[in-house]
């Protein structure tokens, strides 16, 4: 994927939302019709789509390149969503952050046992949310066969908490 220069749209926010975190703002990329066609493309290009059968994106930046690739690849969609957010039946489970913790949820139903299922985000940081989000879908009987994300830290090493799953992202810093 070295051809696919994503780096151009990606604007670097110091101390957003607090002190001594670099923000990834993804923004300049969406809003570029040829950096979102090459995003889009990146993620169609990471994983074989004959390789899974549904997509499924975290909360929330996570369903813009996740719905756009499944639309890509003519497969469906699952959400991960913050508590409390969805309507149905939930699975939750929450997960440490640097100071406290968080939870995420999907729908019991989001996807038949046995289903492949490729995991999107726009960037890997701790692995920590991503950690959960594989959880949460073996939880309710997906099988998940990968992760793309468009962004990934290497010098937080996010990957090694995701276990022997394939790892891909268009851009790594
Ligand atoms: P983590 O669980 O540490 O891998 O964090 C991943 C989640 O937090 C993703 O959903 C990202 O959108 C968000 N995130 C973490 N760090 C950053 C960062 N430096 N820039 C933008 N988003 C981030």
């Known amino acids: ?88 039946k939930t699975a939750s489970q929450s997960y440490e952050l640097e100071y406290g913790s968080d939870t995420i949820e999907i729908h019991t139903d989001a996807t038949e046992r046995g289903n492949r299922v490729l995991m999107v985000d726009d960037l890997l940081a701790t692995g920590g949310t991503m950690e959960a989000g594989l959880k949460l879908v073996r939880r309710i009987g997906g099988s998940p066969v990968g992760c793309a994300f468009v962004i990934e830290l290497d010098f937080l090493s996010g990957r090694d908490r995701l276990g022997d799953i394939p790892v891909q992202a268009l851009l790594n810093v």
């Open 1 to 88: 994927m070295a051809e696919i220069t994503i780096e151009h749209w990606i604007r670097d926010v110091p101390d957003f939302p607090k002190p001594g975190i670099v923000f990834k703002d993804i923004t300049p990329l969406l809003q570029d019709a040829e950096g979102l066609r090459a995003s889009i493309e990146g993620l169609v290009q990471a994983f074989d789509p004959d390789s899974y059968d549904i997509v499924c994106g975290i909360e929330s930046r996570g369903f813009i390149f996740g719905t756009a690739l499944a639309d890509r690849v003519n497969k469906g969609f699952i959400p991960i969503r913050k508590p409390g957010k969805l309507p149905w």
